[in-house]
C-alpha cells in the first residue's frame, strides 16, 4: 500500500470525506492518476457526498482486474450508492448484493458485511415489515460474529429506520441509545452524523422539538467533516 492509499483509507475509515476529497485534489487523483484503490476510494467519497456523476466517471474507468480483497466490495457499494442518489433503487439493491455476494465468495469481509447493510437498509425503506424483519436475525448473527463497532452501530441506525417508519417510535429510540453506545468507541464523522440525523427524525415524529433541534444542531457541526445530509440540516 503506497502512502498516498494509507492517508486515503484512514480518512475514509474516519468518515472525514471532504479531508479526502482534499487529499484527493492536491494529489491530483483522476480518472486517469492514481493506484486503483486510491481512485476507488475517491469515487465512493465522491458518491456518499453526492457527486454522482463525478464518482460514477471514475468507477466506470475501473478494472475489475485492477481491484483485489476489500476493493471489490467497495466499487459495488460505490456504484449502489450512485444508483440510489441516481432514483434507481433496484440498481443499488443489487450492486449491494452483488458487494456481498463477492466477499462471501472469497471468504468474507467487512466491506462485504457494509454491502449487505447497505442492502437491508434500502429494502427496509421499500418491502413491507414482514419480510424486512425476517431477514434480521441472519444479519444480526453475522454482524455480532464481526465484532465491528462500526457496523454494529449501522445495523441498529438501520433498524431506528425501520421502527420509525412503522410509528414504534418508542423501540426507535431505544435503538438509539443501542447506537450510541456502539459509536462511544467509533471514530466516523459520517455515522456520528447520519446518527444524529436519525435521531432527530425520530424526536420530531414523537413531539420532542427540543430533542430533535439538539440533534440537529449536533448534525451540522459534523456535516463540514463528511457533506453526508447537508440538505437536511
Known sequence: MSLGEDV????????????????ARTSRISVVRG???????????????????????????LQPKELTGEDRPLSHIALGIVREQSADPEGAEKEYWRGAELARQSGGSIAGLWAELYRFRLLAERQPADVVAAMMPDLRRKVLRSGDRSVLAYLHMCIVVFEGQRGRLEEAQRHCGIVEAHLASVHNYSLHCAHQLNKGCIYFLDGNLVAAKEAFDEALRLVDRTEIGRAHV
Open 35 to 61: 493506484t486503483a484503490a486510491e481512485r476507488l476510494l475517491v469515487a465512493h467519497a465522491l458518491a456518499s457526498t453526492g457527486k454522482v456523476t463525478e464518482a460514477e466517471k471514475l468507477l466506470q474507468r
Open 8 to 23: 486515503l483509507w484512514n480518512l475514509h475509515r474516519r468518515g472525514e470525506f471532504v479531508r479526502l476529497l482534499d487529499e
